[in-house]
């Protein structure tokens, strides 16, 4: 009898996920294939940084081949060095690498291939069939593939809510409703193969394990978050921790530290290493065979050099930037600071029925924060050309979970702080539509007009012409109640 219902609870979940992902998926791709086939937003590729991922998928299915060599030509003409549009000079773009081997010179993409390796059942029938590697038909498989890729993580990200948090229906739809919607997932990592929804799927796959007590599983999925993109290192580091709470806490209490027994500690966490281990050696072996030497990753070339913003203007500016602040883009996470606070406030007055819950929360606060704060040094800390808080996306399930402790509080239960709770509900439907308005304005224009570059980042701060304030002088202009949205515009 046991064994039946949990038989029928795992048939409801599944078809409740799969529910999930049909119907994330259909909003993200139709959308914005309705927009652009009415030409209300002809962007057809978000970012640069995304077309070397495309292209990598294309090369393994037609060529067996990481190489971009047979297609390198079509990427210079859509899309060459700004410094060398006529390829005069042989300057290659930023989103390849140029690597002379034996054999000769070859082109490789600038990022980790994850993505392009998920994106491989899309793109495997169609370039089978015999379809042609043209920009049009690359355009739809990559929107496609992105589309399907988040709406994968969102459905996880509902069975980790349900499995794992044991959270009241209506909350976990909250959460999920957040997650896909009121964040920059819907407007921008949805929309383009970028590493960002590959990276939340495995750290949500990662996270869910380990709250399983699979750490074998857990570091599997974390390394293959880590390999899509290092930036992910923080929070891995803290997953096999937070699905192990109970017994870290009893470690470190002052019976426990002395009692505690290194070798079963490594013990309990070995599995954990060892599931990493297994996507770190598949980035090793391509990494040699391909790229030669580690140098030759876009990251790698950048670990040193890139970090050129200082403290606290990075770190301010990925919150409350008016064209790319978190708070700004979706201010419904003002209510994650709140959990944060309600979670440490608990943890300082011993005002908690579950400690290692409000450990729980206190860790996900301290991810962000931590993330926030390095990624503040950064010198694309706004994620260049990309709409809102781009590099804060690797944290942006963990902003959600940081709603559990506001959402599960009194200010949200009782009666009494209906007003609290109501902002909260008005800071989501705002956060919505400001993705929608991404979805319908987000083409590049606002960048191509303002963008100074991270010298000078006096366009980052101004409110006048804020991303936002642009595209309502664009909607004026339609109505021809202004002449033009900017000086530089036509």
């Known amino acids: 009898m046991h064994t039946l219902k949990l038989l029928l609870l795992y ?26 086939k009415l030409n209300i937003n002809n962007l057809p590729i978000q970012s640069e940084d995304t077309v070397s991922t495309i292209f990598t998928t294309v090369s393994i299915i037609n060529d067996g081949t990481l190489y971009l060599d047979n297609y390198y030509k079509m990427l210079l003409d859509k899309y060459p060095n700004p410094d060398d549009k006529s390829y005069i000079k042989g300057l290659v773009p930023f989103y390849i690498k140029k690597i002379s081997t034996d054999s000769g010179i070859h082109y490789l993409s600038a990022f980790p291939i994850m993505t392009s390796i998920l994106a491989l059942p899309v793109f495997y029938i169609p370039l089978k069939l015999g379809i042609s590697v043209t920009w049009d038909n690359l355009i739809i ?22 499995d794992r948090f044991y959270l009241i229906n209506r909350n976990i739809w909250i959460l999920v409703s957040i997650y896909a919607f009121g964040t920059i997932n819907f407007a921008l990592v949805s929309q383009a193969m970028w590493q960002y929804g590959t990276l939340q799927l495995f750290l949500i796959l990662g996270l869910y394990f380990s709250y399983s007590n699979n750490l074998f599983l857990s570091g599997l999925f974390s390394g293959f978050s880590f390999i899509t993109r290092p930036t992910s290192l923080l929070p891995i580091i803290f997953n096999p921790i937070i699905g192990d709470i109970k017994n870290i806490s009893i470690v470190f209490t002052k019976k426990g530290f002395t009692k505690i027994n290194i070798l079963s500690q490594i013990k309990r966490f070995a599995p954990f290493v060892l599931g990493f281990l297994i996507p770190l050696s598949f980035f090793v072996w391509y990494n040699n065979v391909y790229y030669k030497d580690i140098s030759n990753q876009g990251y790698a070339a950048q670990l040193f050099a890139g970090w050129l913003s200082h403290f606290p203007e990075g770190f301010l500016g990925i919150w409350i930037s008016p064209s790319k602040g978190i708070l700004i883009y979706s201010p419904v996470f003002i209510f994650s600071l709140v959990g944060f606070y309600l979670s440490i406030k608990a943890m300082l007055y011993g005002n908690y029925k579950e400690k290692d819950i409000v450990i729980r929360d206190i860790i996900f606060g301290l991810i962000v924060l931590l993330h926030v704060f390095v990624m503040g040094f950064w010198k694309h800390w706004y994620g260049g050309y990309s709409y809102g808080y781009r590099m804060a996306s690797d944290v942006i399930p963990f902003l959600v979970l940081l709603l559990i402790p506001f959402i599960q509080s009194k200010y949200f239960e009782l009666p009494k702080y209906i007003r609290i709770r109501n902002i909260f509900f008005i800071l989501l439907g705002i956060s919505v539509l400001i993705e929608l308005h991404g979805m319908v304005f987000y083409d590049g224009i606002w960048h191509a007009a303002y963008d100074l570059g991270f010298k000078n980042t006096s366009w980052l701060w101004s409110l006048k012409d804020s991303e936002f304030m642009f595209n309502i002088r664009r909607v004026l202009v339609k109505l021809n109640f202004l002449d033009k949205a900017c000086p530089k515009c036509l």
């Open 11 to 36: 048939y409801i979940n599944m078809k409740l996920f799969t529910k999930i992902v049909i119907g994330c998926f259909s909003i993200y791709f139709f959308l914005w294939f309705l927009l652009y």
């Open 141 to 162: 498989l990559s929107h496609l593939s992105s589309a399907i890729i988040l709406s994968l993580s969102v459905g996880f990200f509902y069975l980790l809510l349900r």
